[in-house]
């Protein structure tokens, strides 16, 4: 059975700030509300704008929040102690560019207390891990984007934590890096680490994550497992049929409001999962072919969607 103690908690966070003096404050986080559970992937998404960042900072104790409170493996997110055991990826790193990405990982490895012999051992798997290992020895300043996007995932788990929050991880990173990182937070898990993914790119997110927190203009749409979200509403059914009758193609339309596109000889019918019987039979009948039936599945695209659009309506 899955481990369900929460080792992140979000309640009621609230958090305003004041664009300049004398502006009225504007409220970026109305309330929110959330659990990361042990040994999870958990995605954070939303639009530009809707709070991704600000959480983050307020998690990671950069900025303090204006109500509401927050928890990291049981601690009030304002207690240093604690940090030793969580990794933290920003959305823009920085990094002396004069140094080589060997030499930035043993620089934080020795700031977080990793021993000598430990720590070669330690730079070395990691640059093994994110793919660096043949570029260990470059300055930095010569470094991609996408390369230095993988220098800043291996310096949040150099001290090998608990905890890691990944700000837009997939950053910068062409088709190949983004599946390496994928599958190098996949045996974090394995390993039985704890990772918040922020991020907006969705198609990831349902790869990898196991629940997911949808917000929009600071405020949580949707919580929960990612089989969960795919398995709501109502799911439509592609059906490609050959030599259907123009007075069956009608009825298909009055009867079960069927959808028809042609494709040449062929017609393609979409109609919803619960009408699906309903069209072979008037096919059949008709005596027309069925070519194929395709299911389709509710995305996480269409979910974020519906919340941004509902929240805009």
């Known amino acids: 059975m899955a481990d369900r103690t929460e080792v992140v908690r979000v309640d009621r966070l609230v958090k305003d700030f004041r664009p300049g003096f004398g502006v009225r404050r504007k409220r970026v986080l109305h309330g929110i509300s959330f659990g990361v559970r042990r040994g999870e992937i958990f995605g954070f998404v939303g639009p530009n704008g809707a709070g991704k960042t600000t959480t983050l900072k307020v998690l990671m104790g950069l900025i303090r929040p204006s109500a509401g409170s927050a928890t990291i493996l049981g601690h009030d997110v304002r207690e240093t102690e604690f940090r030793r055991h969580v990794g933290f990826l920003p959305e823009n790193p920085y990094f002396y560019d004069h140094l080589s990405g060997r030499e930035i990982l043993s620089f934080y490895a020795r700031l977080c207390g990793v021993r000598g012999s430990e720590r070669a051992r330690r730079v070395n798997t990691l640059l093994r891990w994110v793919g660096l290992s043949s570029a260990a020895d470059a300055r930095l300043r010569t470094y991609s984007k996408g390369m230095q996007q993988r220098v800043g995932i291996a310096q949040a788990l150099v001290h090998d934590p608990d905890v890691v929050f990944l700000d837009e991880?997939?950053?910068?990173?062409?088709?190949?890096?983004?599946?390496?990182?994928?599958?190098?937070?996949?045996?974090?898990?394995?390993?039985?680490?704890?990772?918040?993914?922020n991020t907006h790119i969705l198609s990831d997110v349902e790869m990898v994550c196991d629940r997911v927190a949808i917000i929009v203009n600071g405020r949580i749409r949707y919580e929960g497992a990612i089989e969960e979200f795919l398995q709501t509403g109502d799911r439509d059914t592609d059906i490609v049929l050959s030599g259907l009758p123009v007075d069956a193609a009608t009825l298909l339309e009055e009867s079960v409001a069927a959808q028809l596109r042609g494709l040449g000889e062929r017609i393609e019918v979409r109609v919803s999962e619960k009408a699906v019987r309903d069209v072979l039979r008037i096919a059949m009948e008709a005596?027309?072919?069925?070519?194929?039936?395709?299911?389709?599945?509710?995305?996480?695209?269409?979910?974020?969607?519906?919340?941004?659009?509902?929240?805009?309506?």
């Open 169 to 197: 991880p997939m950053s910068g990173l062409d088709p190949i890096g983004r599946k390496e990182i994928r599958d190098l937070i996949l045996r974090l898990r394995a390993e039985g680490k704890t990772v918040f993914m």
């Open 287 to 313: 005596g027309a072919e069925v070519v194929s039936l395709t299911p389709h599945r509710v995305s996480l695209e269409s979910i974020f969607l519906s919340a941004v659009e509902g929240d805009a309506g």
